[in-house]
């Protein structure tokens, strides 16, 4: 026999170690290993990472095998990995009803287990006995399994098995959306049981997805049936996550060296060479010790202070944790591999020293990695003083497994055994390579020959839908459909995927079946969705922002593909809008907003494109591969004819006017004006005054008998003319009076609120009682009925339908039989309503549309989608006028749930029910966008976010505050999105008009003179106009405040900030709410629980620019503590009282300077004036009690903000000594 190389040799000795530390482990039956000899569970996470060594090893012997023994040992090697690999697919394809069920509910009751028994592969734990929900785990395996086949290894057999892993794609593809327990299996960290989004599972399903998609799991001997499809966008969709969430780990974890496993080996999951940088310093800085690093800050597990009788941590006990959790040298195998991998020799060689120094030698003198290290009970206190400084004991299994096989990994690729590029046979670590920039295609093809000419006369040339044959152009919701056959099995009871939503990512490719070629238009066009879709501008809009991320987002082999259809329903009065010709040229130019693109035809795009083959559509299970599954074939025919025909609208027009109904019809004017409840006059933003709250609640006491088929209640619908007679209450005229009159009272503020609301209460009963007492017969209704709808069919305009139909919903309902007939069905006042919704769609009045699209009920289709894009990237939100009607979403609901929440927030208010619902889907796509004007936000109150839109709206165009909701709700949708984008970034805006009283919203970069452009509503002339510009510097700061305050933008690290100031005092009162010291026990400073805490204290307060000054004293109080002026700040803290001691201040300056606050509240008091402010109200108008130039007032400056607040903390406190020398420097 030959002597054997060195390098046959030394893998010799690996093959040893592995069989005797791993290997021997392995059961024979299933091949799982079990967790230890004393626990015969089989963890899925530790499986997988246990099997890697082996893995590694095979392919180290492959490349050596010159003898036949070692061709054997490698195929022994292979087959442990084939085996294991195998026992777990079948453990889980037991559990093949909980996949099933888990794509409908995503429960933690239903997903699959996270350890299985090692001896039968059979479930160990209950359901909810164990946090089974474990994405990262089944993501993991997803990743390993694909990696695998790619490198040779023949894992999967069948093709119910590879029905079987198309489905567990499904089961991980919205991760993004999913809490779930996991790496540590905890959840949140107090352990009770809660699960959260984790980047880690996220990180890992978001590299599986990308892996498993178009893997032949046949490998190269597998056909067209044995491939994975992976939509690419919901890879996206944890991509743009996971990025918005690093280097946090969860709500409750801000970091966590679990994360090594997403940033490098195995996942390679970022992008962002910058983003892994900044997560590994932030781990190794804060979570690496002398034995390995920790898991988390405060993680209790088997340290000396942790009460082993119980699984769960009481939430005052994790400050005990802190700088004695275990140290894991785990850990060090990952960077070991990291490194590694980013071939830097020098730092890889540097953790192999570090990893020696801890690792334990077994009585034969092998190396072995133990779980992790505890600080000795008896040490603990010196631990405490002096961080690091104590030895440390083993705790936990020696050898630990998983971390062993990494060990056994990197000493290979130390030794030169294996390359990294075998260890990754998908190159998922090139990832973070810059790639070169992504040609965009666009095709734009006409409906018919007519739309075709048109756009010849500009210069444009296109083919028509027949021209591009054998070529087929199908909306996005085709392809939706064709998805849904993918990876049914019936034997395994398995229905394919649940998911309706296809995004621009699959969109962008060309489809292939069998000899035919799709192409998708985009989902974003799809007309049958909602309003905002028949708005062009806002269109090309979503269509430049769907291109520059089409830009950053691609990564297939092949160039994107836009397909869009023009059609007869996009013109303008039979033209095509400007807005379209002009965007059409910057296509045709080869640049738009900075994206390479290339309009053509679509033939001359086929070479370059993205095919995909619809192969999965076959009969595979039939036996009939070549034939298109049955169902597929009768929907393909049937949607060939009629995917692009259009439906009539219904027609309400009758003989002429004629005179007797003139009355009638001022009765039902404005029903729908009566419906708003924007409120804008009262100085006071956000104070609803008790309104709306009140009559609901009276609407439900006395509900009147006509009404409650539909429980729409509002007095104020029914204030019809005094010409009606006796069914007119009379004393309505001085009810409205009354209700004009309330709106500026502050309810929060002043003490007699109550028994002025209990007045109010009685003032409104007696109008509803009188209604329900004068209601004449139903004869007399119905003849009304009856001469309604004769007026429907005689006017022509909408607004005036809309009234009437209003009405009619208020009086009869929505399923009410009008008695028309069309085309010998019934037609309800809802037929009505659906017919009115679309013409005020193709006139463009979006005022009418909003409200008819409330009273229909529709709903934004994205809702949903959006909602949880903005909860994904950790930002609550809000629906409904604060401070009575607030509801905060914080997890991700149905959308029916959601329509209703929001509907309930805003009671009869369909408009802005409707306007909440289209800004969620805006503010959903500027976070996708531009994410960066959402820092230090964390809830998103859409309620306020109205208000202040129309109060900006109302400043710019000098209107009042009735004419601004009106203009508000009347904005087309691209320019309601305009006007957000400029109030979320802060900048300036004018308001120009444009033809039909649309506005449109137009930023300013001028000079500071011209900050306000003149309005074309009006110009205002020579004196006005000078007023105007002096104005408007004056309110700025007041401005900037408001809108900071209404956005809840707070400054940089405001929050952690806060944190240190808690620490020093026993807690913080904001608007009746406490912080409690006891808060800094259970949360870290960076922690996203926390900042929730201190963030719901703040929106207590009603009035954005009273919320900012208390977040500006606040800061003051952190600058108090940073520079250590004082041991503690001793016991509770009124923050409020610092503000309005600090407005005192401000005002005996303004008295002794005589500034311009002498005019209000500088004044000295007379009786009058006391009056006034007893009512609630300054002269001012200042919102709660602090003068209207202190909101006005720079933060910064000898008057600024912040010296009147720290002078207020110096009086307030009585921790700063009033006498001797101290430095001020307030900077």
Request: proline share 4%; hydrophobic share 40%; aromatic share 8%.
């Amino acid at each position: 026999m030959r002597s054997r190389s060195n390098s046959g040799v030394r893998l010799d000795y690996y093959q040893r170690i592995v069989h005797r530390l791993i290997l021997a482990h392995q059961e024979p039956v299933t091949g799982l290993f079990p967790a230890s000899n004393v626990n015969s569970h089989a963890w899925i996470r530790d499986n997988v990472y246990c099997i890697l060594a082996v893995w590694g090893l095979s392919m180290a012997y492959k490349k050596i095998a010159d003898q036949d023994e070692d061709r054997a040992k490698c195929y022994e090697l292979e087959q442990s990995c084939v085996k294991l690999m195998r026992g777990l697919l079948m453990a889980m394809m037991n559990q093949k009803d909980k996949v099933e069920r888990f794509k409908m509910t995503q429960s933690p009751y239903d997903s699959l287990h996270a350890k299985y028994s090692s001896k039968t592969g059979l479930p160990v734990v209950g359901d909810n006995e164990w946090g089974h929900l474990q994405i990262d785990a089944v993501s993991l395996y997803l990743l390993i399994l694909a990696q695998m086949t790619a490198s040779g290894l023949q894992i999967v057999f069948s093709l119910d098995e590879v029905s079987f892993l198309q489905n567990l794609v499904f089961y991980i593809e919205s991760a993004y959306s999913i809490p779930d327990y996991g790496i540590w299996e905890r959840g949140d960290k107090t352990n009770h049981g809660e699960p959260e989004l984790n980047a880690s599972s996220i990180g890992m399903a978001k590299a599986a997805l990308e892996a498993m998609n178009e893997l032949d799991l046949f490998g190269a001997r597998g056909g067209p049936a044995s491939v994975i499809h992976v939509l690419a966008d919901e890879a996206h969709k944890c991509q743009a996550v996971l990025q918005s969430m690093l280097p946090r780990e969860s709500n409750s974890k801000e970091l966590d060296s679990g994360l090594l496993c997403v940033i490098g080996f195995p996942a390679f999951a970022v992008d962002d060479a910058q983003l892994i940088y900044n997560t590994r310093e932030a781990i190794l800085s804060r979570l690496q010790g002398k034995y390995g690093c920790k898991r988390f800050l405060r993680d209790g597990y088997r340290t000396p202070k942790e009460d082993p009788s119980r699984l769960y941590y009481e939430r005052w006990e994790l400050r005990m944790f802190e700088n004695i959790e275990c140290e894991w040298p785990l850990f060090y195998c990952y960077l070991i591999l990291f490194h590694a991998f980013q071939n830097d020799k020098h730092m890889v060689q540097e953790y192999a020293d570090k990893l020696e120094k801890i690792m334990v030698r077994s009585e034969d003198g092998t190396l072995l990695i133990p779980e992790s290290y505890a600080v000795p009970q008896e040490l603990v206190g010196f631990e405490y003083q002096k961080p690091g400084s104590q030895v440390r004991e083993v705790v936990g299994r020696c050898p630990f497994l998983w971390g062993q096989s990494l060990f056994i990994l990197g000493r290979l690729l130390q030794e030169g055994f294996l390359a990294v590029g075998e260890l990754d046979p998908l190159n998922r670590r090139l990832g973070a390579q810059k790639k070169p920039d992504v040609v965009v295609q666009v095709v734009i093809i006409a409906e018919d020959n007519e739309i075709r000419d048109k756009l010849a006369e500009h210069d444009l040339h296109v083919q028509t839908i027949a021209e591009v044959a054998p070529i087929e152009v199908q909306p996005a919701r085709v392809l939706s459909h064709l998805y849904t056959y993918l990876g049914r099995n019936r034997k395994l009871g398995l229905s394919g995927r649940k998911s309706r939503d296809v995004g621009i990512l699959s969109t962008s490719k060309l489809y292939s079946l069998k000899d035919r070629i799709f192409a998708f238009t985009p989902q974003f066009v799809d007309l049958s969705r909602f309003y905002i879709a028949s708005d062009n501008e806002l269109m090309i809009d979503i269509l430049k922002g769907e291109i520059n991320f089409l830009k950053s987002a691609w990564d297939l082999l092949g160039r994107p593909l836009v397909t869009l259809v023009l059609k007869r329903i996009h013109l303008d009065q039979d033209k095509i809008p400007l807005a379209m010709i002009q965007t059409m040229r910057k296509l045709k130019s080869g640049y738009i907003n900075g994206t390479r693109v290339m309009l053509g035809n679509l033939k001359d795009f086929l070479n370059t494109s993205a095919i995909t083959d619809l192969s999965f559509l076959g009969s595979t299970e039939d036996g009939y591969p070549d034939r298109l599954h049955p169902d597929v074939q009768t929907y393909l025919d049937e949607h060939l004819l009629r995917s692009f025909s259009n439906r009539s609208t219904m027609n309400l027009r009758g003989g002429q006017l004629r005179p007797r109904h003139l009355r009638r019809r001022m009765s039902c004017k404005g029903a729908i004006k009566k419906t708003r409840s924007i409120n804008v006059d009262s100085d006071n933003l956000g104070m609803e005054g008790p309104t709306p709250l009140t009559e609901r609640r009276l609407s439900s006491i006395v509900p009147p008998p006509w009404l409650q088929a539909n429980k729409q209640g509002h007095v104020s619908v029914f204030a019809t003319t005094p010409e009606e007679g006796p069914s007119s209450p009379p004393q309505l005229g001085g009810d409205l009076g009354l209700r004009e009159n309330i709106y500026p009272m502050d309810p929060q503020h002043s003490r007699s609120a109550i028994d002025r609301r209990s007045e109010f209460v009685r003032q409104q009963e007696m109008p509803k009682i009188l209604i329900q007492r004068h209601r004449p017969d139903t004869n007399f209704a119905d003849t009304e009925v009856e001469e309604l709808i004769a007026m429907l069919r005689e006017t022509e305009n909408l607004e005036e339908q809309g009234d009437i139909l209003q009405y009619l919903v208020d009086t009869q309902g929505l399923d009410f039989n009008t008695g028309m007939l069309e085309e010998g069905r019934v037609v309800t006042v809802r037929d009505l309503l659906k017919g009115l919704y679309e013409k005020a769609c193709q006139q463009k009045l979006w005022g009418l549309v909003r409200h008819t699209a409330g009273m229909l009920g529709k709903r934004v289709e994205d809702l949903g989608k959006a909602v949880t894009d903005l909860l994904v990237r950790q930002k609550q939100v809000t629906v409904g006028m604060p401070p009575n009607n607030e509801h905060t979403i914080t997890a991700p609901l149905p959308e029916v749930e959601l329509r209703q929440l929001i509907h309930d927030a805003y009671g009869d208010d369909e408009s802005t029910a409707m306007l909440t619902q289209e800004l969620m889907v805006y503010l959903a796509m500027f976070i996708r966008t531009e994410p960066q004007l959402f820092h230090e936000m964390l809830r998103l109150r859409v309620g306020l976010i109205i208000q202040v839109m129309a109060k900006e709206l109302s400043r710019t165009l000098n209107c009042g505050g009735e004419a601004a909701s009106e203009h508000l709700l009347n904005l087309s949708p691209f320019e309601m999105k305009n006007l957000l984008y400029h109030i979320l970034s802060g900048k300036e805006f004018a308001v120009s008009s444009v033809a039909r009283g649309n506005l449109s919203i137009v930023s300013c970069k001028s000079s500071r003179v011209s900050k306000k452009s003149q309005i074309g509503l009006g110009d205002p002339e020579g004196e006005d106009a000078l007023i105007a510009t002096i104005d408007d510097r004056q309110g700025q700061w007041l401005r900037r405040r408001r809108l900071d305050g209404a956005l809840n933008r707070v400054p940089r690290d405001f929050y952690s900030r806060v944190w240190t100031v808690l620490e020093k005092c026993q807690g913080l009162a904001i608007e009746g709410r406490v912080l409690q010291q006891s808060l800094t026990q259970e949360m870290t400073p960076g922690e996203l629980k926390f900042a929730l805490e201190v963030e719901t204290a703040l929106n207590q307060i009603p009035q954005p620019e009273y919320r900012q000054l208390v977040v500006e004293a606040l800061m003051v109080l952190t600058l108090v503590t940073e520079h250590n002026m004082v041991p503690s700040l001793g016991g509770i803290i009124y923050v409020e009282h610092l503000v309005h001691k600090a407005n005192q201040l401000f005002l005996e300056d303004q008295r002794k300077v005589q500034g311009d606050a002498t005019l209000c509240c500088a004044k000295l008091k007379d009786g009058k004036e006391q009056q006034q402010a007893a009512s609630g109200m300054l002269l001012c108008g200042g919102a709660a009690y602090i003068c209207q130039h202190l909101y006005d007032s720079a933060p910064s400056g000898s008057y600024g903000t912040m010296t009147y607040l720290s002078r207020a903390v110096a009086l307030v406190l009585d921790c700063v000594p009033k006498h001797g020398e101290m430095e001020c420097a307030i900077s």
